[in-house]
């Protein structure tokens, strides 16, 4: 049992090997949920929601993905795409289109609508983050880029 613990009965040891690893994986969830809620709150006031938004800048950089390739890009379900693209479609900002090639796909396309809520939300998004990362210079968000881009590529966090 660590000092600390040992002061707080009430407190749960850790293994001291796991321990730093398990405090980094706990600070970088903190600090994903601290951004995600203000980029909620920001959204909100423009009148989207996180998972509209992250639809429109997909649909922004790839306009013509299917809803397949779109859930795995948000990393949902096929099915949570659908009910979501419904709900946009209704609201103007996105269109299917049967594909050509497979009758079983659709092409989801931005609106004028949607195209207008993005160009109007995306600046106050990136503004956001760049207020976020502000505290980093730019070799060291290169760096954190790199460290991420290790551990999304590692064969463990499949």
């Known amino acids: 049992m660590s000092s600390s613990a040992s002061r707080d009965p009430n407190r749960t040891s850790l293994p001291q090997a796991r321990e730093g690893v398990l405090q980094t994986w706990l600070r970088l969830a903190r600090v994903y949920q601290k951004i995600q ?6 959204l909100d006031n423009a009148g989207l929601t996180l998972p509209q938004f ?11 993905i299917t809803q397949q ?20 479609e209704s609201a103007g900002w996105v269109q299917r289109k049967p594909s050509m090639q497979d009758r079983r796909a659709n092409h989801i396309y931005l609106t004028d609508k ?3 809520a993005l160009q109007a ?9 760049q207020q976020c990362l502000a505290p980093l210079s730019t070799v060291q968000q290169a760096q954190l880029n790199e460290l991420l881009d290790q551990i999304e590529s590692s064969d463990r966090s499949r």
């Open 121 to 129: 939300a995306f600046p106050i998004h990136l503004g956001l983050i």
């Open 54 to 64: 992250d639809v429109l800048a997909n649909l922004g950089m790839s306009e013509g």
């Open 114 to 116: 949607g195209r207008a």
């Open 69 to 88: 390739e779109l859930a795995e890009r948000l990393l949902v379900t096929k099915g949570n795409v659908c009910g979501l693209l419904d709900r946009m």
């Open 37 to 42: 809620r203000q980029l909620e709150r920001i």
